[in-house]
Each structure stands twice: as structure tokens, then as C-alpha cells.
């Protein structure tokens, strides 16, 4: 099982970014994929999962309205729009998979990317 997350990259504040997360070795159909973000001295925390198998999507209320989470189960990749983006979003950002369901929580998540930087700048 691997997961590769990409797009990352440096923006302006008000700016777009699309990220990538390609999986190799299951499906999405049968495991949930979560994105978390890590910034500078911070905690890691959950942004967005989507849920395949019953077309569920969350979001946590800092991206809700702003960023979108969807899957293309054919190339088994699952992206994470991001628009109108703040400084605040600056972070690391992961996505993972679970066998348990989407959950704001980390320990419930087996397989973890690489994670990509997003940078926005004011």
C-alpha cells in the first residue's frame, strides 16, 4: 500500500491549489482517504475525508466553503481543491487512509503520504 500526495506549492493569499493523492495496492472504494495539514509548531489536524462507498465527504469547519474533497476511483486518486486560501492554511498536508471510516483522528489512519508544502503568502 502507498500513497503519493502532491501539488503542493507557494500561493498568494486568495489563490487556488489542487492537490493530489494517488494510491497503489487498495481502493478507495473500500478505504476512506483523509487530509490532514501539520503547520510550523503546531499539531497535525484532519481537513477533509471522503468516503467513497456511501459518496460522504467532511470538512473541518476552518475549509468548510472552501476547499472540496473528491475521488476519481479509476485512477484511484483523490484530490483536495483549495480556494480562496489564508496565510493560515500554510502547512504540511498528508493524506492517509483508514480502515475505519473517516475520523478526525489520526491513530485510526494505517497508511500515511508523504505529505507536500503549501505555502500561502499575504
Known amino acids: 500500500v502507498q500513497l503519493q500526495a502532491s501539488g503542493g506549492g507557494l500561493v498568494q493569499a486568495g489563490g487556488s491549489l489542487r492537490l493530489s493523492c494517488a494510491a497503489s495496492?487498495?481502493?478507495?472504494?473500500?478505504?476512506?482517504i483523509g487530509w490532514f495539514r501539520q503547520a510550523p509548531g503546531k499539531e497535525r489536524e484532519g481537513v477533509s475525508c471522503?468516503?467513497?462507498?456511501?459518496?460522504?465527504?467532511y470538512y473541518a469547519n476552518s475549509v468548510k466553503g472552501r476547499f472540496t474533497i473528491s475521488s476519481d476511483n479509476a485512477k484511484n486518486t483523490v484530490y483536495l481543491q483549495m480556494n480562496s486560501l489564508k496565510p493560515e492554511d500554510t502547512a504540511v498536508y498528508y493524506c492517509?487512509?483508514?480502515?475505519?471510516?473517516?475520523?478526525?483522528?489520526?491513530?485510526?489512519?494505517?497508511?500515511w503520504g508523504q505529505g507536500t508544502q503549501v505555502t500561502v503568502s499575504s
Open positions: 492517509a487512509s483508514s480502515r475505519w471510516g473517516c475520523s478526525w483522528s489520526e491513530a485510526l489512519y494505517d497508511y
Open positions: 495496492g487498495f481502493s478507495f472504494d473500500d478505504y476512506p
Open positions: 471522503i468516503s467513497s462507498s456511501n459518496s460522504r465527504t
